[in-house]
DNA sequence: CGATACATGTAAGTAATACTTACATGCGGT
DNA sequence: ACCGCATGTAAGTATTACTTACATGTATCG
């Protein structure tokens, strides 16, 4: 993500080494504000002063207020992509890789609400957004669930008469619905109900299933 | 809505008639606006200048820059609200319903973008938009979904072993992820497909139809 | 060892902008 | 003819994101 200054190492994102101190409260600032206010609420000043450090290396370190807060959302998607690469481990279909990642994303908005804050609330509106890098790593996200779904389609699991990404949109598009009023106002998110409903749900549509004869 | 002064009549939404021509102007200014710039980078001198009337009088008719925003949605929301209505005159079922208001939905989205992009882009990251009238609509929108549901619950074509409201939440969040980015980058909708391509994956599920002898 | 280059940190300043306030004007009703 | 009130106007203010010019510490290199 590089700031203003490429340093060697460290590739840019906050890995917390060899990076300023400032750099770094002024980050973690920003998340602790973000937990009671939104972003449009938080001024410049008040990030600096919680995070001890003066107010003009907000500007040294990323191009401006939204600079800071799209590198905020970009290292919780580091860690989310590692998060999510590592359940994959042990999901042999599709369907199963499908049912993971439901789960782990619904379980990443539950106990990080300022990540689920920045992503479903505090970003789309500003068009700078989709040019960032942080953008990228979203959009990576989602070819990579689509490349899921094409694998489902191959080995027979998925169904091949819809495009794969429309599928990936309404799995993407259903994840979000069931989390944002949660999110919005801070109520508990029952992990494991919320995925298994909403896998079930993608899977076998919400069609009753006509009473025939025998099952399958 | 009411503004600062309730009038009599015209309960309080921009019905055309009543309200005084600087407020039409201006809610028009915004609208126009929206259709290239997004809301945090129009000025309130912007609104003013193109609405050819004074800055003071977006306070004096709407109680903040925001507050004409939400104006602007609701005005768009109650002309959606009577558009879906009509629709509903020849929907038997409750799929049929859903169907309808699925298209509905996402012609809105397609031919109406600066509608599309304020509930999708500009209002979730204001927390008092949730306190507002704008909200109620927009919240009585999903209640009826959520009826229908539970009416095609009632009548055995909607499975009935998860909650209506999950549902809802399936189908509102496919609709959104279905449109948004085409909002997003202004790309054309082709309604008809995406509306049954959505359908068709809501009814009956992403997963592949084992090959059982005979359907149905 | 001293000097230089450079990253980090500081303080004061500026332009823009959302919102306010106090004042003018036109008009309908009595 | 006059009063009340809704509508419209102009100038002002406080806030705030962002800038600029300067200070300090530290590691590198002659």
Redesign the interface.
Known sequence: MGSTTTKKGASGSTGKSNLPPARLKLAAAMRQLLRTK???SITTAEISRTAGANEALIYRYFKDKRGLLHQVLYDYLLEFHSEIQNEFKAAPGA?DKLRCLVRAHIRMYDSNRVFAKIL???V????GY?ESATYRLVKNYGKMVTEI?REG?AS?????D??PF??R??????????CISAV??SHEISVAATAG??C???????????K?GRG?
């Open positions: 939104d972003f449009n369907l479903l609330l505090e789309r509106n500003y068009p989709f779904v389609v027979g699991e998925i169904r091949g819809i495009p429309r599928i949109d309404l799995i993407l598009g259903g994840i979000e619905h069931f919005i106002f409903q909403l079930d749900l993608l899977f076998k549509g919400i069609e009753a299933v006509p025939t399958v």
